[in-house]
C-alpha cells in the first residue's frame, strides 16, 4: 500500500560512501598536522626569524618609548640587525668603489642617520599593533628568508619577505622584499637616478638637506 504524506528522507548507503569517509577522515588529519607543524614553527624560531623577531619588536617598542637612553638602546639594536654596509655598496655601486675609508664612513653615517630619523618612525607607525604572522624560515643559497605576513584592521594582508645572511658570526637583514618588490633595489634607483643626473657630492647635499629638515637633527 502506497504511503502518502510527507515526503521521506532516505540516507542510502552506496558503494563510495565508505571512501568518502575516509577521504574526510585524511583531510582533518592532515588539516590537524598541519596546524601542529606550523605551531612547532613558531615554537621554535630559526635563527634568522630570531634576529627579524627581534628587530621587529625593537621597532614597535619604538612607538611608545620617549626617553632618550631606552630610545637609544632600542636603535641601536635594530641597527645591528641590517647589513648597512653590503646595502650602502649595493646602493651606490662603482661609486662605492672610489671612496676612501672616510668617504665611506660619511655615507654609512648619513645613511644610519636617515633610517633613524625618517625610516624607524615610519615602520614603527605602521607595524603598531597590527597582527604578525611568520612562515617557515628557508633557505636561498648561503641566505636565508623569513616570510611574514601582516594582518591590516580593515582585513587586508601585505606580505613581507627578510632576507638575511651571515656576516662576521651573525645573521643581518640584507633586503626587505614588499609585495614582491625589493627595499635595496628601490633604494639603489634612487640613488643610482641622482647620480646620474648630478655628483656624488650632489647626493651627499641632498641627503644632509633631508636630515636638516627633521626635528631635533
Keep these: 500500500m502506497a504511503h502518502q504524506g510527507k515526503p521521506i528522507l532516505r540516507i542510502v548507503a552506496t558503494a563510495s560512501t565508505p571512501r568518502y569517509a575516509a577521504m574526510l577522515v585524511l583531510g582533518i588529519w592532515l588539516m590537524a598536522m598541519l596546524s601542529l607543524l606550523a605551531a612547532a614553527a613558531n615554537e621554535n624560531p630559526g635563527p634568522a626569524e630570531i634576529v627579524v623577531r627581534q628587530m621587529i619588536d625593537s621597532i614597535r617598542k619604538l612607538r611608545t618609548t620617549n626617553d ?42 648619513l ?25 617557515r624560515e628557508r633557505s636561498q643559497g648561503a641566505r636565508r628568508v623569513v616570510p611574514t605576513t601582516v594582518k591590516r584592521s580593515d582585513g587586508g594582508a601585505v606580505s613581507i619577505d627578510y632576507v638575511l645572511q651571515q656576516t662576521r658570526g651573525r645573521w643581518q637583514v640584507v633586503d626587505i622584499v614588499l609585495d614582491g618588490q625589493s627595499l635595496v633595489q628601490n633604494v639603489t634607483g634612487q640613488i643610482q637616478a641622482v647620480l646620474r643626473q648630478g655628483s656624488y657630492q ?12 627633521q626635528p631635533n637633527s
Excluded at 641601536?76 to 671612496?99: E, P, T, V, Y
Excluded at 650632489?202 to 629638515?213: D, S
Design 68 to 109: 632618550r637612553a631606552p630610545r637609544a638602546k632600542l636603535i641601536s639594536s635594530i641597527d645591528d640587525s641590517l647589513a648597512l654596509d653590503s646595502l650602502s655598496q649595493q646602493a651606490l655601486g662603482a661609486q662605492w668603489g672610489k671612496l676612501d675609508a672616510a668617504g665611506r664612513d660619511q655615507f654609512l653615517h
Design 111 to 135: 645613511m644610519r642617520e636617515l633610517l633613524e630619523k625618517l625610516a624607524y618612525p615610519r615602520a614603527s607607525e605602521f607595524f603598531g599593533s597590527l597582527n604578525i604572522q611568520y612562515g
Design 202 to 213: 650632489g647626493l651627499i647635499a641632498q641627503m644632509k638637506a633631508r636630515l636638516k629638515q
